[in-house]
């Protein structure tokens, strides 16, 4: 099976990781992962103040404080992922790229904010469920 896991750093990423690790049917060497993690892009005042060379640098240094660390847990565990990081809306992002790259599961953390926090704020969970296709585990 080819697994997309949509990490953010957070203690929900966490809860996720830990749901994985306790059940061996989603967490071994028969599948196959990708690690993801998506960040807003800057205001574009922002943007055009600091240059593409430096925003591109810390784009990537976010991306490394997040997939480090879920890379490691499950280098633990004996799995190898791929490693992904975009830009862009997060909710649209994660499932776009669920989309497009052929997966057969997205596993994420939600929040749980319920249904007025998601009303008032919105989700990201409920922008992927919206927009894609592919199967999802929420994990709480």
Known sequence: MNILLAVDGSAYTKKMLAYLATHEELLGGSHEYTVLTVQMPLPPRARAALGKEMVDTYHA????????????????????????????????????????????????????????????????????????????????
């Open 61 to 140: 240094e976010e991306a490394e404080k997040i997939l480090a660390p879920v890379s490691k847990f499950l280098a633990r565990h004996g799995v190898q992922p791929n490693r992904m990081a975009k830009v862009g809306h997060v909710g649209e992002t994660i499932a776009k790229v669920a989309d497009t790259g052929k997966f057969d599961l997205l596993v994420m953390g939600s929040h749980g904010h319920g249904a007025l926090g998601t009303l008032v704020m919105g989700s990201v969970t409920t922008q992927v469920l919206a927009h894609s296709k592919v199967p999802l585990l929420i994990v709480r």
